[in-house]
């Protein structure tokens, strides 16, 4: 998901509602076997803790999150690009004690990842996804190596999702429209229906949506970088505790 090729559009598409809401879904709405996962990691923050559940689905993003997170890669980075009622975005390497005004979101580990297109993960509220570079220059709509966001996004009314799934299908009939479940879910609880299907959505937030909400309500510049800088640590979390 890169500054101005990417989620421009999609953030001015997404703006369009009125009516965000903060209510998270809890760990049994939307129980699908495809959410399902045994990895836990709590990505620490200078604003609190989010505990995120890592999808067996997509072991590809699944595995290399989890073994940058052991590398500490990920500490000291920043929540480099934060859009209001959209998302959060972190996981730049260039993003460690970068001064202010420094433009973000070129970093990677020197490699991208095969996308991991699941029916039934979806972009809603608290969902973790991995950041790309646009289809221009990405036709295969390969992750990057590092980056990622997650979703705050907003709800929708009925007649919303049926003018975004009109529009989804047309630009992307490889995917269709949207779903039953899938309106359900940005009817009630919200998010980015608008990347289903274009970007990975590799795992979910479990503890911590309202450090989620807090973040993305925080005054950013020009660039959508934070004023004062949200740094972070990723750790991967034992099982059993």
Do not use: C
Request: proline share 5%; aromatic share 8%.
């Amino acid at each position: 998901m890169k500054r101005k090729r990417t989620l421009t559009l999609l953030a001015l598409l997404s703006a369009m509602v009125m009516n965000a809401q903060s209510v998270a879904p809890s760990s049994n709405d939307h129980s699908q076997e495809v959410t399902q996962g045994t990895v836990r990691v709590k990505i620490q923050t200078t604003m609190g803790d989010i505990i995120v559940r890592l999808y067996d689905a997509t072991p590809i993003h699944r595995d290399n999150f989890v073994k940058l997170a052991k590398e500490g890669y990920y500490d000291g980075t920043l929540f480099h690009r934060v859009i209001k009622n959209f998302m959060i975005q972190g996981g730049d390497p260039d993003s460690k004690n970068a001064p202010a005004g420094k433009m973000l979101g070129e970093g990677n580990p020197g490699y991208t990842l095969e996308a991991e297109f699941r029916p039934g993960l979806y972009h809603k509220r608290g969902a973790l996804a991995a950041a790309r570079e646009g289809d221009d220059t990405n036709p295969e709509r390969r992750s990057s190596g590092s980056q990622f966001y997650i979703v705050w996004g907003r709800t929708f009314t009925p007649g919303q999702l049926e003018y975004l799934s009109e529009m989804l299908a047309y630009k992307h009939p490889e995917t269709g429209g949207l779903s039953e479940q899938q309106r359900k879910i940005y009817a009630t609880f919200g998010g980015t229906p608008h990347l289903d299907g274009t970007y990975t959505v590799f795992g979910e937030v479990e503890e911590g949506l309202n450090i989620v909400e807090k973040i993305q309500n925080v005054s950013t510049d020009p660039a959508d970088r934070p004023l004062d800088d949200i740094v972070i640590k990723v750790t991967v979390i034992e099982p059993g505790k």
